[in-house]
């Protein structure tokens, strides 16, 4: 089936689940994909190859495809690293992707880069930080208007920005890291310990909403790793503002409230924290920035 008249893919890998958005002729479709068990890249390319066969079924083949990864992928589009999804570990994406879209223009970065450019171009602001937080961590900088450092010169990290050199293990190998320390499951980790029993998400929302001490601490120590991370950023990249999103951080009340507190706190004479908001894209600000890097890779102007 021929493409419809403008009509874009964007997709949104993370490591329980995969979001698309199809836009075109003035319509839209979304849908997610939860990732089956066991893990492994043959089962996830077939599952998400038979959920972008329903859309194009529906919508037809799509003029541009932009994907938001949160893996680290060599320059021929090879997973060298994906912590969350460990399997993919030498899985050649960029290939498989192509194969599933022959003659499509297809393009991926960092979820973290595309979710900033996304809130960038939402909020109006050339100058932001931008930190997500899910299954893991993510993050980005964008300085007038063009993401920082540039896809030329990698992702920027922003989960791996060390807080605590003594604190806990990340995925990554290294002691420390912002994503150890604030991620949904190291936030999880920490409530189920406070509390002496395993804790899920839903436990830990709504005992944070009835101010149960357990859950409180846990969350406050999240947010301030957070904060660290965000006035760190600051000092470098000197953003209008800091956004915190992620699907993690949307779901638990006043979670910004709380990171843009403790960041007022870490301010120094002088240099006052950036005001932390709330992304207006909520926790879809990833596969937004997916589908601008679809319609740049169309027309030609893929930063």
């Known amino acids: 089936m021929p493409a419809r008249s403008g009509a874009v893919l964007g997709i949104d890998l993370g490591g329980t689940k995969a979001a698309l958005r199809v836009e075109g002729d003035g319509g839209a479709e979304e849908s997610v994909l939860r990732w089956p068990a066991p893990a492994g890249p043959a089962a996830d390319w077939a599952a998400l190859t038979a959920e972008i066969r329903g859309l194009q079924g529906r919508w037809g083949r799509p003029a541009a495809v932009g994907v938001a990864v949160p893996a680290t992928l060599d320059p021929a589009g090879t997973v060298t690293a994906w912590p969350g999804r460990p399997s993919w570990n030498a899985f050649g994406f960029g290939g498989a992707l192509r194969g599933l879209f022959p003659g499509t223009p297809v393009a991926w970065a960092d979820d973290g880069d595309l979710a900033a450019l996304a809130e960038s171009v939402r909020a109006g602001r050339g100058d932001l930080v931008?930190?997500?937080?899910?299954?893991?961590?993510?993050?980005?900088?964008?300085?007038?208007?063009?993401?920082?450092?540039?896809?030329?010169?990698?992702?920027?990290?922003?989960?791996?920005?060390?807080?605590?050199?003594?604190?806990?293990?990340?995925?990554?190998?290294?002691?420390?890291?912002?994503?150890?320390?604030?991620?949904?499951?190291?936030?999880?980790?920490?409530?189920?310990?406070?509390?002496?029993?395993?804790?899920?998400?839903?436990?830990?929302?709504?005992?944070?909403?009835?101010?149960?001490?357990?859950?409180?601490?846990?969350?406050?120590?999240?947010?301030?790793?957070?904060?660290?991370?965000?006035?760190?950023?600051?000092?470098?990249?000197?953003?209008?503002?800091?956004?915190?999103?992620?699907?993690?951080?949307?779901?638990?009340?006043?979670?910004?409230?709380?990171?843009?507190?403790?960041?007022?706190?870490?301010?120094?004479?002088?240099?006052?924290?950036?005001?932390?908001?709330?992304?207006?894209?909520?926790?879809?600000?990833?596969?937004?920035?997916?589908?601008?890097?679809?319609?740049?890779?169309?027309?030609?102007?893929?930063?």
């Not at 990340?170 to 912002?178: H, M, N, Q, S, Y």
């Not at 936030?187 to 001490?213: I, M, N």
């Not at 949307?250 to 709380?258: C, K, V």
């Open 130 to 303: 931008y930190v997500g937080v899910g299954t893991g961590v993510g993050g980005g900088v964008v300085r007038a208007g063009r993401l920082f450092p540039g896809p030329a010169r990698g992702s920027c990290e922003v989960g791996h920005i060390v807080i605590d050199r003594g604190g806990p293990r990340c995925d990554c190998g290294r002691r420390g890291c912002l994503q150890a320390a604030a991620s949904g499951p190291a936030t999880l980790r920490r409530a189920g310990e406070l509390r002496g029993s395993a804790t899920d998400f839903d436990t830990l929302r709504d005992a944070l909403a009835a101010d149960v001490p357990w859950a409180v601490r846990a969350v406050d120590e999240t947010c301030a790793a957070l904060a660290t991370a965000v006035v760190s950023l600051a000092e470098l990249a000197r953003p209008d503002v800091a956004v915190l999103g992620g699907g993690f951080a949307a779901g638990l009340g006043g979670f910004t409230a709380r990171v843009d507190a403790h960041a007022r706190g870490l301010a120094r004479p002088g240099s006052p924290a950036p005001p932390v908001v709330a992304a207006s894209l909520g926790p879809l600000s990833s596969l937004h920035g997916a589908l601008a890097l679809a319609r740049a890779t169309q027309t030609g102007d893929a930063q």
